[in-house]
């Protein structure tokens, strides 16, 4: 993967946890100016989604950016709005970083 699909992936990501940040905040306090906000980061997000799999392909472009965000919301759930998540929830993470990491892994000489 490249440096530039990298930003893009990390830029989508972030875009999508502040998307999803609003929604939290737009579930206990409404606001329509709120719920807008969130729309169009989730556009843009999508916008930048589209430059990971053009150079990626659906199914690693996708997986990668699931379990980003997996990391991602799960972190900002436990730091910003004060979740904790069980054991299990714990495990599952761990375990979707180790998925990831398969599925990313080069495959050497393999095309």
Do not use: D, H
């Not at 659906?58 to 900002?76: C, E, K, N, P, R």
């Amino acid at each position: 993967m490249n440096p530039v699909v990298l930003f893009y992936l990390a830029a989508s990501t972030g875009v999508f946890m502040v998307a999803n940040s609003l929604l939290k905040i737009y579930a206990a306090k409404s606001g329509s100016l709120t719920l807008s906000a969130s729309l169009a980061c989730f556009c843009v997000g999508n916008y930048l989604m589209v430059r990971v799999m053009r150079e990626n392909g659906l199914g690693l472009a996708l997986a990668l950016s699931l379990v980003f965000q997996l990391v991602a919301i799960t972190v900002i759930a436990f730091a910003v709005f004060g979740e904790r998540p069980t054991g299990l929830q714990v495990a599952g993470v761990v375990l979707g970083i180790v998925s990831i990491s398969m599925i990313a892994w080069p495959q050497g000489g393999a095309s």
